[in-house]
C-alpha cells in the first residue's frame, strides 16, 4: 500500500499556472504507475494523465493535453503535474493514484488515492 498526499491547489486567474505535488511513502515508489485525475462538482471522476514507473511514458486526456504535463523525481517518491493555461472548467479537486499496473490507472481503478486538492480557475 502507498500512502498519497497532494499539494499545491488554490486559486488562479484564468490563463494562470499551478503546479500540484503528490507526495507518496514507501520505498518502491518507481515500480508504481502514477496518475492524476479529477472531480468537479456534480461531475464523475475523469482521467487527467498517468506516468510509467520509470517516467519514460506519459499520457493525456484529450482535453489538457498540450497544457498539462506530468512528471515524477522516484528519488523524492513524488509525482508533479504542471498546470498551464488554465481555464474555468479546470476547476476541480485534484488526486494523484498510484497502481503496478497502468491498466488500473487507465480504468480508475487504483489501489491507493490520495485525499484530493482544490484547484480553482476564475474567469
Known amino acids: 500500500q502507498v500512502q498519497l498526499v497532494e499539494s499545491g491547489g488554490g486559486l488562479v486567474q484564468a490563463g494562470g499556472s499551478l503546479r500540484l505535488s503528490c507526495a507518496a511513502s514507501?520505498?518502491?515508489?518507481?515500480?508504481?504507475?502514477m496518475g492524476w485525475f479529477r472531480q468537479a462538482p456534480g461531475k464523475e471522476r475523469e482521467f487527467v494523465a498517468a506516468?510509467?514507473?520509470?517516467?519514460?511514458?506519459?499520457y493525456y486526456a484529450e482535453s489538457v493535453k498540450g497544457r498539462f504535463t506530468i512528471s515524477r523525481d522516484n528519488a523524492k517518491n513524488t509525482v508533479y503535474l504542471q498546470m498551464n493555461s488554465l481555464k474555468p472548467e479546470d476547476t476541480a479537486v485534484y488526486y494523484c493514484a498510484a497502481d503496478q499496473f497502468l491498466r488500473a490507472i487507465a480504468t480508475s481503478t487504483a489501489d491507493d488515492w490520495g485525499q484530493g486538492t482544490q484547484v480553482t480557475v476564475s474567469s
Open positions: 514507501g520505498r518502491t515508489f518507481s515500480s508504481y504507475v
Open positions: 506516468i510509467t514507473g520509470g517516467g519514460g511514458m506519459t
